[in-house]
């Protein structure tokens, strides 16, 4: 059976703020999704299918959400599914989406993650006391920074090189209006004597916390040639997951990450990522993640992650950009941290980055999301041409 | 559209599950399912699963869920917090892309860990409608009266459905409930909320249902005659009650056309009405008689909340595979009052 080729014909996305108080939950992602609708020079009347995506509930404290957003998506009448796979979700979303695409069943679908973490506190929504279960409670950063320091202890890399990655990002962002952190005046010193929260992560090592959400209106390829803007091809998704109780796992650098980006690279047919993407942007909530996945996601050898973000190969000017948009280190709406992603490489790939936009060699571009303690993950590759 | 078939089912239900936790009570049962398919567990294409947070009382519910499965080496796998018939479209789209040839699909819960009828209050609209916390069962009384008002049909009609459902789950292992009440009797039992009573209320359930699809020739080679899905829709509907009307199920209706349900005979009918009336309700949106609705019981019988849509699938399926079927519909339910409707029609070879 071939595939139906599938295209992003329109992006949108909120401004990413702490508390995005002058918006309801259906304010918000119908914010992202209009922008979407307008960029796809399309209607709601034009959208047959309605894919939504977001973390946990509780995030909130409204269950299934999606059904109470079901008219301000103008999904009445129509399907509608949501999408729940931990962090990686945005990604997932994103992916489920394009596959109704693929699969014939849909000409025009749009998809929206969101996450308003000022109507609840994430932290604590993560860290649910469960009975029989050894508790968590400090959070992501608390989950994530044991993983670290043993990266730090494998790889032999310095303390500061997570904080690079937390003055690039930050700086990065400063491009990006949409962005929740703006923060030019950002150093180094700044991060190394912030509060130190989980060690070795400060507090400028962190994503913040945010309100936001990203549409995408995907289309078939009838759809695409009849787009009023340039528009960005799926040249590969994939997605995979791992056990959490298993002792072969390896949460530094996990299998299914490595798996799913041999997918992804397979189905795209990009043999040295390094070389032949023009940029990435990657799940990294806190800094110490970029060298990390640049070594899962096979940007260099393994042990080398630190080196690349020290000899600025992933900075704005790099050769690999990694995160031009400011990534989820400068707006972290977790639900749509993954959507923004796949959409911010949508938008290079399209060059409608605007301020953030980077040079355009190959024309490919990595999305990429994970969750969970990095059981999950979600990437695609896009490109300013059709695959073949 | 691409064949694609149920090839195994298995479920499980009990009204109070007091020992295992819901790995536990997962694992044995997707086991059954995939020994039954003839299928590798390692073979499996991809697997997709339907829960919901907020039945555990904590996030992420499906991660341990997915313990259950054996996802090493890592696994192409995906979750929808939807019943897990919902699980099961999206494991059909992944079908239809030719990318993979089967799947393993299931949904879990564990309901009586807390109060399902006030939980359901926070799908409700978070700043208009939620804080009044109104019961699941409240809305469904809502309808219920509405219907019955603009039917002209009465509580006892509710109550001939009630007996019909429990006179069929006697044949059923799964059922908590079963038996031969009167309707005198029922009719004589106290309201809940005005007009239903507690026999025209679904029982609370924990359950856990898995099912395998698989593809075209696979399918014929590991079964000797699969249940082929030969529609498959949903629908939504607007949130806010006095947005619909509550006497009929429009996106029900709207999804048994695109699923094709009137295109020939329907033998067999499994809906996921969790309240007497929307077997009326949904019997009228499907264009079945209600004599041939819910043969195993039904939701009346046995709820495990986000597994029991996903059951009726199985429940038609079953029937197609073991030849007493040859064509059937299936139906599944979310959201308030019938908001969010799934029409599957299966049928053998």
Known sequence: MSKNAVAVVGVGQTHHRSSRKDVSMAGLVREAAVEALEDAGMTWSDIDAVVVGKAPDMFEGVAMPELYLADALGAAGKPMLRVHTAGSVGGSTAIVAAKLVQAGVHERVLTVAYEKQSESNATWGLSVPMPFSPPLVAGAGGYFAPMIRAYMT????????????????????????????????????????????????????????????MAMVLGSEKVAAAAPNPVAWVHGMAMRSEPTMFARRDQINPQAGKD?????????????????LDCAEVYVPFSWYEPMWLENLGFCAEGDGWKLTAEGATAFDGDIPWNPSGGVLSSNPIGASGMIRFGEVAQQVRGAAGGHQVELKTGKALGHAYGGGSQFFAMWVVGAKKPE | MRDVAVVSFSYSTV?????????????????????????????????????????????????????????????????????????????WIALQTGEVDSALVYGFGKASQGNVHEIMSLQLDPYY?????????????????????????????????????????????????????????????????????????????????VIVLAAGDLARSVNKRPAWIRGLDHRIEPHSLGARDLTRSDSTALAAKHAGVASGP????????????????????????????????????????????????????????????????????????????????????
Not at chain 2, 190 to 209: E, K, M, Q
Not at chain 2, 320 to 348: F, K, W, Y
Request: aromatic share 6%.
């Open chain 1, 154 to 213: 494998r790889s032999g890399a310095p303390r500061e090189s997570g904080h690079l990655v937390a003055v690039k990002d930050r700086l990065n962002a400063v491009r990006n209006p949409r962005a929740h952190l703006h923060m030019p005046e950002i150093t180094l010193k700044m991060v190394e004597e912030s509060w130190l929260l989980w060690d070795p992560l400060r507090y400028l090592d962190t994503c913040p916390s945010s309100d936001g959400a």
């Open chain 2, 129 to 209: 409608v939620a804080p009044l916390w109104p019961s699941m069962v409240d809305l469904a009384a809502l309808q219920a009266r509405a219907y019955l008002d603009a039917s002209g049909r009465s509580e006892r009609d509710l109550a001939g459905v009630v007996a019909q459902a429990m006179r069929s789950a006697r044949d059923t292992p799964q059922a908590i409930r079963s038996g031969e009440p009167s309707i005198e009797d029922l009719l004589a039992s106290p309201y809940v909320a005005s007009p239903l009573r507690d026999a025209d209320i679904f029982p609370t359930t924990d359950g856990v249902a």
């Open chain 2, 266 to 349: 329907i033998d067999v009918a499994e809906v996921h009405a969790q309240f007497s009336h929307e077997v009326l309700i949904l019997s009228e949106a499907l264009g079945v008689d209600p004599s041939i609705v819910n043969p195993s019981g039904g939701p009346l019988a046995a709820n495990g909340i986000m597994s029991a849509g996903l059951v009726r699938i199985g429940e038609v399926a079953r029937r197609i595979m073991d030849g007493t079927a040859n064509r059937g519909v299936a139906h599944a339910t979310s959201g308030p009052a019938l908001q969010q409707n799934l029409v599957c029609v299966l049928e053998g070879e």
């Open chain 1, 260 to 276: 799913c980006a041999a997918d992804v690279y397979r189905q795209a047919g990009i043999s040295d990522p390094r070389r032949d």
């Open chain 2, 15 to 91: 009204a109070k599950e007091q020992m295992r936790n819901e790995v536990e009570m997962l694992a044995p049962v997707i086991t059954e399912a995939i020994d039954a398919s003839g299928i590798a567990r390692s073979d499996i294409g991809f697997t997709c699963s339907g829960s919901f947070d907020y039945l555990q009382g904590g996030p992420f519910s499906f991660v341990m869920g997915l313990d259950a499965v054996g996802a090493w080496p890592p696994i192409r796998e995906s979750h929808v917090e939807m019943d897990g018939a919902w699980a099961l479209y999206e494991a």
